[in-house]
């Protein structure tokens, strides 16, 4: 009768004519088992209502938040139907048996008491009747808000504390990787499947080897090697099943302290900031740094590897990164060194990127880090072949002493591997086996009569018989492609190429990315840096282990003057040219000297000296071309070239007017088969003129002139 004394005063014709709601909630499901009394208790409000006033048709109970978190009351489908409820004006009174019950967080509550000013509801719990609409009511009613709030914060501040104060002593059960199972004493222990240590086991040694998540997993697959797991939840929890393995699966597995024995709590940390609506738990995981960790505690697990294994399994996926600050993975592209080659100025690693030519794919390193962050100049860019095959030769030349020792690591690395594959496959069959016998066995041992457990059985006998045919067929076609031990014929091979490694380095059979892979595993990084624009690059290798060798390279580069030795190649030039030598005889003499061109070949191109030579201009102007050439230019006669510089304009340019027909021209029938251009003066005029004219005016005037009407065709029109 409290309830009806408290609040006969505030209770009004207009509340009863709306719903009376009685919200029901409990926290989890196991309140709702373990509390009965307290789910009774909020259902008995109902009485409540009626004994208020309110009709019992007129009253609603909500009950879909039993088993739910009031942490955020308005994620849960009660408090968001009651909400609805209130804002639609069908609300009197809202009834629960607590203000706790109605909602902890303070913006729930704020934002319910808030509706109910608006839509004129009333609120009651054990206590009494309140109005918000009344100032001491509304006061109550947030004193209420906050405290009930408080107590959220001091129920999770004292399950955190309990949680971090068990996790420090290494007691707080954590879910357990594969490969793991918890005793009935609650200690971690090994699986004592052997399949299940084994394929662990297998992951590890092959990243130690492969050095990629992805080259696991495509051996994985290859060998069809599945994962054994234990059921977390459900009807099968703690039984073994086997699953395909994943790229996600194998980093989780890498990347988890346990494998290293090491029992580990707070590895990352939920920014919920970023959480999605309507799921309690989202938001974007950020993983912490081991120093970060709030529990670390060494040896406190069995352990499938060490802890400098571990250290180093997440050091190399760390490097494998495509970013900046890393090696990254080796791939496919042709550039050796990627990841690899450092520059020498600002010490930022070296961008790789490729063009193509008829050749294929060419690779070239620039270091644009800081132009792209900073808007700074390039640093300096250069081709990457010599680069490779420097550092190639390197290598080569390092590994040579140890060709004997490469052969019998590779055979055995091989076998082992080969060896860890059959033991997997052993024991897959000797599981079908026992799956086959315990089938068997629980078929005899069913009474003959009940027919309706026999056949049963009976399917369940010859489902196993079936898996284990398959499963052999799969096994003897495997052996076929791979048997256990390496023969004679490839231990002979494999001897071979490991004595000739510069043949194995250019065997068709081996790929960019295990070239990279070789240069990766002696070597740290390369340093270049040029001088300048020209042809001289300086080269650190700095191999593993901190050795160090130097070398003075030459690169190619785009044009003539950017050659160191460009002076003295010009003062040469002249005084083969002063010789009266042919062009033949001038580039035989330059490759003697030892003058390379700018791409680097053994010799210059005859048409490269020619053009040297006009733009040295030691042939300057058509009366000394008309004097070297007697009775090859007429009168009004030029030489393509030596028009060009009349005219003032590229002679590639000039090349294009005479393929278009704009100039007259023929080609000349003795070395070195020239073009003759024919050209008055008027004529030179008038290309000069043309030449004036803004770019593209040649290509609208062609347009024009094929769209519009002539003046001719118009007078012809009118006539007729």
């Not at 004997?404 to 594959?421: I, P």
Request: hydrophobic fraction near 40%; include cysteine.
């Amino acid at each position: 009768m409290l309830l009806r004394e408290r609040g006969d005063g505030k209770i009004q014709g207009r509340h009863r004519e709306g719903l009376a709601i009685v919200y029901v909630r409990q926290s989890s499901r196991q309140q709702v088992l373990d509390h009965g009394e307290s789910t009774r208790l909020q259902y008995g409000l109902f009485e409540r209502a009626v004994a208020l006033g309110w009709p019992a048709s007129r009253v609603m109970v909500i009950d879909e938040d039993l088993g739910r978190s009031a942490a955020r009351a308005a994620e849960g489908p009660g408090f968001a139907r009651l909400v609805t409820e209130i804002t639609m004006g069908h609300v009197g009174l809202v009834l629960g048996l607590e203000m706790s019950r109605l909602a902890r967080a303070g913006q729930d509550w704020h934002q319910l008491v808030e509706l109910c000013t608006l839509a004129g509801a009333l609120l009651a719990d054990a206590d009494g009747v309140y109005d918000p609409n009344r100032y001491n009511d509304r006061l109550l009613l947030g004193l209420k808000g906050t405290m009930t709030e408080v107590e959220l914060h001091l129920i999770k501040q004292r399950m955190a504390s309990g949680r971090l104060a068990k996790a420090g002593r290494g007691e707080l059960a954590l879910p357990l990787p594969a490969g793991y199972v918890r005793t009935s004493s609650g200690e971690v222990a090994l699986d004592p499947d052997e399949q299940v240590q084994s394929v662990i086991r297998l992951v590890f040694h092959l990243f130690e080897q492969l050095g990629t998540v992805h080259a696991v997993l495509r051996f994985l697959v290859e060998h069809q090697v599945q994962i054994g797991m234990r059921e977390r939840s459900g009807p099968g929890k703690g039984e073994l099943v086997w699953r395909p393995p994943h790229q996600q699966g194998l980093i989780n597995l890498l990347r988890n302290p346990a494998y290293a024995g090491i029992y580990a709590y707070g590895r990352s940390r939920t920014d919920s900031a970023r959480r999605l609506p309507g799921r309690e738990h989202s938001g974007r995981v950020r993983r912490l740094d081991a120093d970060q960790w709030l529990v670390r505690i060494e040896g406190a697990l069995p352990a499938y590897i060490g802890i400098e294994q571990y250290e180093r399994n997440l050091a190399r996926m760390a490097a494998n990164r495509a970013h900046a600050a890393a090696v990254g993975a080796p791939r496919e592209g042709p550039a050796l060194l990627g990841g690899l080659v450092v520059c020498g100025r600002c010490g930022q690693r070296m961008q790789v990127g490729y063009e193509s030519n008829r050749q294929g794919l060419i690779g070239r390193y620039s270091c644009q880090r800081r132009h792209h962050t900073y808007g700074e100049p390039r640093c300096q860019q250069m081709a990457g072949r010599f680069l490779d095959d420097h550092v190639g030769a390197q290598v080569l030349s390092a590994l040579a002493p140890a060709a004997l020792e490469l052969s019998l690591t590779a055979a055995q690395q091989v076998e082992a591997r080969r060896a860890e594959v059959e033991r997997i496959w052993q024991q897959r069959l000797e599981r079908a086996d026992y799956s086959c016998e315990r089938a068997r066995r629980q078929y005899q041992l069913a009474e003959p009569e009940n027919r309706l457990v026999v056949r049963q059985l009976e399917r369940e006998w010859e489902t196993a018989l079936a898996e284990r045919a398959h499963l052999t067929e799969e096994y003897e076609r495997y052996r076929r492609r791979r048997p256990a031990r390496l023969s004679a014929a490839e231990l002979a091979a494999i001897r071979a190429l490991a004595e000739d490694i510069p043949a194995l380095w250019a065997a068709p059979t081996t790929t960019t990315a295990d070239r990279k892979k070789l240069l990766r595993a002696v070597i740290d990084c390369v340093q270049v840096t040029a001088d300048g624009a020209s042809e001289c690059v300086h080269a650190t290798v700095i191999w593993a282990g901190g050795a160090r060798t130097e070398a003075a390279l030459v690169r190619p580069v785009a044009r003539v003057d950017q050659l160191s030795y460009f002076p003295q190649l010009a003062e040469r030039i002249k005084t083969l040219a002063g010789q009266s030598l042919t062009t033949a005889q001038m580039v035989n003499r330059l490759a003697a000297d030892g003058l390379r061109p700018p791409h680097q070949g053994e010799r210059f191109h005859p048409g490269e000296i020619q053009h040297l030579i006009r733009r040295l201009g030691i042939r300057p102007g058509q009366d000394a071309d008309r004097r070297t050439d007697q009775g090859r230019l007429g009168r009004d006669q030029w030489w393509l070239a030596t028009l060009a510089r009349e005219i003032g304009m590229p002679t590639a340019t000039v090349f294009t007017w005479l393929k278009r027909g704009w100039i007259t021209g023929r080609r000349d029938t003795r070395p070195p088969y020239r073009w003759i251009i024919t050209a008055d003066r008027a004529e030179v005029e008038r290309l000069r003129a043309l030449r004036q004219l803004p770019a593209g005016h040649h290509n609208r005037r062609h347009w024009l002139d094929a769209t519009l009407p002539t003046e001719s065709s118009d007078d012809e029109g009118a006539s007729s």
